[in-house]
């Protein structure tokens, strides 16, 4: 398993932007995809964006063209930079990591982003 530590998360008015960390307990070269979920008040957990070892990302609908996924390698620390925040983004936001030869997922303990119209 690999600890996760997300920071970064705060209120901000729509149209504003924040910058999420999420710290690893491992090299992050050990770890083969990494990403973002986050969960809104009684809705499921869902997918905000990932990245892989090899730089790959992937982006949900709803969070293309404003939010970027990034990874630095050196400080064994993942980003999500989130820009044009609207009210619909308000949630708690999760890191999740999958390590090579592991099994299962491990998850950070999330971090409450508010966006207030």
């Known amino acids: 398993q690999v600890q996760l530590v997300e920071s970064g998360g705060g209120l901000v008015q729509a149209g504003g932007s924040l910058r999420l960390s999420c710290a690893t307990s491992?090299?992050?070269?050990?770890?083969?995809?990494m990403g973002w979920y986050r969960q809104a008040p009684g809705k499921e957990r869902e997918l905000v964006a990932h990245?892989?070892?090899?730089?790959?990302?992937r982006y949900a609908d709803s969070v293309k063209g404003r939010f970027t996924i990034s990874r630095e390698n050196a400080k064994n620390t993942m980003y999500l930079q989130m820009n044009s925040l609207k009210p619909e983004d308000t949630a708690v936001y999760y890191c999740s990591a999958v390590r090579y030869g592991a099994y299962g997922t491990s998850w950070g303990q999330g971090t409450q982003v508010t966006v207030s119209s």
């Open positions: 491992v090299s992050i070269f050990d770890i083969n995809v």
């Open positions: 990245i892989t070892a090899g730089g790959s990302t």
